[in-house]
């Protein structure tokens, strides 16, 4: 699984070289599609219950699985990128946002808090530890920053399959939930708002947005739960 979190960590290693204002989301999708492929694997999302891109790119209040497109992104966007890859017969899964230019104060800080809490929940990680005690610990960290918990989407167990049991919420009770073993494998991805932790899902199935049109940031990787604590498989090189 390591093969392909570091073929998945690299392509958003691509993703963050390649982004800039004035290019459309389907060429920073090329991008991702070109880097998983030339390295051997097969991108996970494309394709995945018909979507049709090898990365969700959402900008600014597009919460996750923008569908890469003609939309061109701007000079103080926030970009999230979520790639999958497929190696070997195991998928890697890692999110990150991407501030294109010059971004708000605001923006910044919403980001912060998401990339931290993703961060303070990974140092959480070893056997014994429970699901619940990891949602509770992001949930307080942004809402203590004034930030919504996306409640409708949350993560998930990976391994043969993209989306595997158990589910990995972003908010819960410590002490409840699923008790962490060594050699479980999920993907932890805060999904947090600026406003309202509301979300909408558009017309074509797949865009999901905040309801109150506020920004929103996402972070995510691969965690593998080993003896004594964890790994990050999707961490780059
Ligand atoms: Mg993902
Ligand atoms: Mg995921």
């Known amino acids: 699984m390591r093969k392909a979190g570091l073929i998945t960590g690299g392509a958003l290693v691509a993703a963050g070289e390649a982004i800039h204002a004035g290019m459309t989301t389907k060429e920073l999708d090329t991008v991702v599609r070109k880097y998983i492929t030339s390295h051997g694997a097969k991108p996970s999302f494309l394709g995945y ?26 000079d103080g966007d926030i970009v999230s ?106 993907a932890i991805e805060p999904m947090i708002t600026e406003g309202s932790p509301k979300v909408k899902v558009m017309g074509d199935g797949w865009t999901t947005k905040t309801a109150d049109g506020k920004l929103s940031a996402h972070f995510e990787h691969t965690i593998a739960v080993t003896e004594t604590g964890c790994m990050i498989l999707t961490k780059p090189d």
């Open 81 to 186: 990128v979520d790639v999958g890859a497929y190696i070997g017969g195991f998928h890697g899964d890692s999110c990150k946002t991407f501030a294109v230019g010059e971004v708000s104060e605001e923006a910044k800080a919403l980001m912060k808090s998401t990339e931290e809490s993703l961060y303070l929940a990974i140092s959480m990680v070893k056997p014994g530890v429970r699901l619940g005690d990891l949602g509770a610990a992001i949930q307080k960290y942004n809402e203590d920053n004034g930030y919504g918990v996306v409640r409708e989407f949350v993560g998930h167990g990976v391994g043969r399959d993209l989306h595997e049991d158990p589910e990995v919420p972003n908010f819960g009770k410590a002490g409840h939930g699923v008790r962490l073993q060594a050699g479980m494998v999920i």
């Open 49 to 74: 219950g018909g979507f049709p891109g090898s990365a969700c790119i959402s900008i600014n209040d597009v919460v996750i699985h923008g569908i890469p497109g003609p939309q061109v992104i701007k």
